[in-house]
């Protein structure tokens, strides 16, 4: 599938590191360890935990292609903001699709800002997870998340170790996340 990096999605603002992504989505109602896990996979593989990341949701040939049309516009139907890419439907826009759109994101991060914020996205995935499962994240239905899930269980396990008292905190991890 065709992405355009700074068009049709980008990663801005602080990075989560490992153990504190699981720390916020734990806190956010991610309370049993393997879909904690599972979770921390899945939203890395939609934000690498950026903060500000966005993906821009844009009309699309059967093939997966940017749809333009004649002159090289396209249109955005929705967007997903923040580490947990929570969707925001608005009104298609339509864009030039050799220029830049992260103008366009930090319009939306303006209009919810708590997309941003780490905490106030992982509770509101936890509610998207109770009513849908892991079925709005394309992370997910991709399988693209596999190839995260050992960083994710050692995210956990040295997030569970600090929570449990097994460590004397982030900074003196038992275990060392491997990129």
Not at 42 to 57: D, K, P, Q, V
Not at 99 to 116: I, M, Q, R
């Amino acid at each position: 599938m065709e992405e355009i990096r700074g068009v049709t999605w980008d990663l801005m603002g602080d990075q989560l590191v490992p153990p504190q992504a699981a720390n916020r989505l734990y806190y956010g109602g991610f309370k049993d360890s393997k879909i904690l896990t599972l979770m921390w996979a899945i939203t890395y593989g939609e934000s690498a935990h950026f903060l500000r990341s966005w993906h821009h949701n844009v009309q699309r040939t059967q093939d997966g292609e940017i749809l333009r049309d004649e002159n090289n516009k396209i249109v955005i139907l929705s967007t997903d903001l923040g580490f947990v890419q929570r969707n925001v439907i608005h009104d298609p826009w339509v864009h030039k699709a050799d220029v830049e759109c992260k103008d366009y994101a930090n319009e939306l991060f303006a209009e919810y800002p708590e997309y941003s914020n780490g905490q106030a996205s992982a509770n509101e995935a936890h509610t998207l997870f109770l009513q849908r499962g892991f079925e709005p994240w394309y992370a997910y239905v991709n399988g693209g998340y596999r190839q995260h899930r050992k960083n994710a269980a050692l995210a956990v396990a040295n997030f569970l170790a600090v929570e449990f008292g097994l460590t004397s905190g982030p900074n003196n991890p038992i275990y060392q996340i491997k990129k």
